[in-house]
């Protein structure tokens, strides 16, 4: 009887040991993954013909219908949208349409926006300059600095001004990427230290 | 056999046991803290700051103080020598009031020397500029010099000004006084309590 016992004993003790180490390990076992979800594209509002038609309207005499047009396309995020709209800075004899057209690309997130913007700062008249300038300001790339260190040597004061400012903001922009990244370092190390200190 | 069995049984137990209580490693020390500037390098490079450098001697005023704010916002070594020599040299009275609007915001002692200079400027305005500068940096050392200066000064608004700093800083070295006489009090207090407890 006593042997018996004990070989039971010594059988359970053996099954639990192969058990324990051959479990699967839970932490291991990855989520299944989430379901996919499809969302249909949006039909297109313009057939490709009206598509064409409000193309051509970029062109119109009246500028009120060229800036129609352009935030047409831009807002329906026709393809051909950026280059029509560099056409548009590029050749429209209006300054105030440059303008608006300078503002739209600001509020684009689109990385081929800052060489059209760039190009406006050779731009003839100077309020079209300064706003190029705060529009680049505001996108805070400093991959164009060489471009507005250029205007430094402008001709109009404004123009020098707004250079300096735009400079200032992206050197604002770095400081606040720079304070952000400081904090989330300090706080990760402040956690591994207490986490540290919970395990002693 | 059943001797054998019984130390099989004890082997096995004695090894769950450890395996159960076996003593837990120390989690490793945290990582050193991740070094940290204190300001990120200039967004600009060399060549372009100097450029920003030349736009210090615009013709344009307003020029002039964008390019110190954004030397001073870029923390270039050059920023402060520049503000010093633009209030002893240039020629817009509102643009050296400005540098020593932003000077009062700054500590050290050639920035108090710089504001010490300005209280002979020529506009009396740059005058009460500085004045009202070496008031907020409250450096009581200046007491000596206002005295000298200001408080003799042709123009009574300098000389009302540079009384109203010289009873502020007094106030302010009063309130010095008060607060290390509180302190060592304090502590004085401490030990004695200290003392009697050990009795």
Request: proline share 9%; glycine share 2%; charged share 30%.
């Amino acid at each position: 009887m006593n042997r018996l016992l004990t070989l039971v004993v010594f059988a359970a003790a053996a099954a639990f040991l192969i058990w324990d180490r051959s479990r699967p390990d839970e932490d291991a076992v990855a989520p299944p993954p989430p379901p996919a979800i499809e969302i249909p594209a949006p039909k297109p509002v313009f057939s490709e013909t009206e598509l064409a038609k409000v193309r051509l309207s970029i062109k119109d005499a009246d500028p009120e219908v060229r800036w129609t047009a352009a935030q047409v396309l831009y807002n329906i995020r026709d393809p051909q949208a950026l280059k029509l709209l560099e056409q548009l800075l590029a050749e429209d004899p209006e300054p105030e349409l440059r303008m608006k057209v300078v503002r739209l690309l600001r509020d684009r997130d689109d990385s081929a926006r800052l060489a059209a913007l760039v190009g406006r700062l050779r731009d003839t008249e100077k309020s079209v300059r300064i706003a190029t300038l705060e529009a680049l300001g505001d996108i805070g790339d400093p991959s164009v600095v060489t471009w507005v260190t250029a205007l430094l040597k402008d001709h109009e004061p404004e123009v020098r001004i707004a250079a300096l400012r735009t400079l200032a903001k992206f050197q604002e922009k770095r400081k606040a990427e720079f304070d952000l990244l400081a904090a989330k370092l300090k706080k990760d190390y402040e956690e591994a230290v207490r986490r540290s200190q919970e395990k002693r | 056999m059943k001797g054998l069995m019984v130390v099989v049984l004890a082997a096995v137990l004695g090894f769950m046991a450890w395996q159960k209580y076996k003593p837990v490693p120390p989690p490793p020390p945290p990582p050193p803290p991740p070094a940290i500037l204190s300001e990120p390098a200039p967004v600009i490079d060399p060549e372009e700051q100097r450029k920003v450098l030349k736009s210090a001697e615009d013709p344009d005023p307003n020029v002039r103080w964008e390019a110190v704010v954004l030397l001073d916002k870029m923390k270039s070594p050059e920023a402060m020598p520049l503000m010093f020599h633009m209030l002893q040299k240039d020629l817009e009275p509102q643009l050296r009031i400005k540098i020593i609007e932003l000077l009062s915001n700054r500590r050290g002692a050639d920035v108090v020397q710089a504001l010490v200079r300005s209280m002979k400027d020529m506009e009396p305005e740059v005058r009460l500029a500085s004045l009202r500068a070496l008031d907020k940096i409250g450096d009581y050392s200046v007491a000596s010099a206002i005295m000298a200066g200001p408080v003799k000064d042709q123009e009574e608004a300098v000389r009302l000004q540079a009384l109203k700093v010289l009873n502020s800083l007094q106030d302010k070295k009063q309130a010095e006084i008060e607060a290390a006489r509180q302190a060592y009090e304090a502590e004085k207090a401490a030990a004695a309590a200290e003392a009697a407890k050990n009795r």
